[in-house]
T-cell receptor
């Protein structure tokens, strides 16, 4: 069964350092999503791609976060500089197209010290 | 008003009983509704999707949708200890964006 791949699974970084996360969606899925989930809350959408285009990045803190999906396949989410409040689970999901079932990768647990 | 609201829980049920989870949403034109199961420390796993009014059954899970009341529920029949998890309700807003509730934690007592 096809799965969404993410790396790394865990990341510990110091405040003010840069950090990057990678995601490879299920083959054939045109829509890719990055979410942030804080303990006790539901996932919050950071950015949504349709192929290589950004559909929604209204909740992405653009002063420190950036995301790209250059060839419309895999994607990278970057934080520079990291802050203590960025500690969370970062989830990538993909779907065949918008508003269809989304499938999540295993996530990256980020701890900023 | 939050876009998607769920019972805060936690919900504790004995093994073999029915667990009933509720979710309300604010966008009257939402068309797609999902339930995800999330084990502690893991990522959400899609367990049910429902798009039209009525009931949809899949194994021990039944999703119920009432668009007029802006209400969606999930029933877990014959609850097992392996069903102990947080259940997230998710609703499509503006025809493309998925909004999640905060989740309801279910504990099945052996």
């Amino acid at each position: 069964e096809a799965e969404v791949a993410q790396s790394p699974r865990y990341k510990i970084t110091e405040k003010s350092q840069a950090v990057a996360f990678w995601c490879d969606p299920i083959s054939g899925h045109a829509t890719l999503y990055w979410y942030r989930q804080i303990l006790g809350q539901g996932p919050e959408l950071l950015v949504q791609f349709q192929d290589e285009s950004v559909v929604d990045d209204s909740q992405l803190p653009k002063d420190r976060f950036s995301a790209e999906r250059l060839k419309g396949v895999d994607s990278t989410l970057k934080i520079q500089p990291a802050e203590l409040g960025d500690s969370a689970m970062y989830l990538c999901a993909s779907s065949r197209r918008t508003a269809y079932e989304q499938y999540f990768g295993p996530g990256t647990r980020l701890t900023v010290t | 008003q939050k876009e998607v609201e769920q019972n805060s829980g936690p919900l504790s049920v004995p093994e073999g009983a029915i667990a009933s989870l509720n979710c309300t949403y604010s966008d009257r034109v939402s068309q797609s509704f999902f339930w995800y199961r999330q084990y502690s420390g893991k990522s959400p796993e899609l367990i049910m999707s429902i798009y039209s009014n009525g009931d949809k059954e899949d194994g021990r899970f039944t999703a119920q949708l009432n668009k007029a009341s802006q209400y969606v529920s999930l029933l877990i029949r014959d609850s097992q200890p392996s069903d102990s998890a947080t259940y997230l309700c998710a609703v499509t807003l503006n025809d493309y964006k998925l909004s999640f509730g905060a989740g309801t934690t279910v504990t099945v007592r052996a």
